[in-house]
């Protein structure tokens, strides 16, 4: 006998329970929402191209836990000209992807990402 109380006695049986490490991590900080790697390749492109014409120098990509935002800038320094959100919760509804002006008004939403960046095929104007 030793004086240490038994601790076993003490235990009750919901402690035993097993929790996954990865179900306790995503139960107490969720898993940001990003862009997957065709979307990003659409995405690019289209900058790519926006880029070789002098209209846009800089990007930066947000994952948070409820949206992935693409902010396109004239400089850096600035407000973004144009955000490309992909917000997951809008899928069954309007559409998940959606492209807003440095003003906050949506250009265009959809459900299918090639479709939405449509918005920035440009027109060709004759000029005389």
Known sequence: ??????LRS?????DDV?????EYRQSRDPVPVTFHRREL???LRIYGRMVGEGEWKDYAIDHLKDRAIFSIFKRSGEMPLYRIEKN???????GQYSVMNA????LKRGHE???VLRVFDKVLKLID
């Open 41 to 43: 390749d659409a995405i």
């Open 113 to 115: 990402l090639p479709q």
């Open 10 to 14: 003490l235990r009750s049986q919901e």
């Open 103 to 106: 003003h906050g008004m949506i």
């Open 88 to 94: 997951p919760k809008l899928a069954a509804k309007q």
């Open 18 to 22: 097993v929790v996954s490490l990865t």
């Open 1 to 6: 006998m030793t004086d240490q109380p038994d």
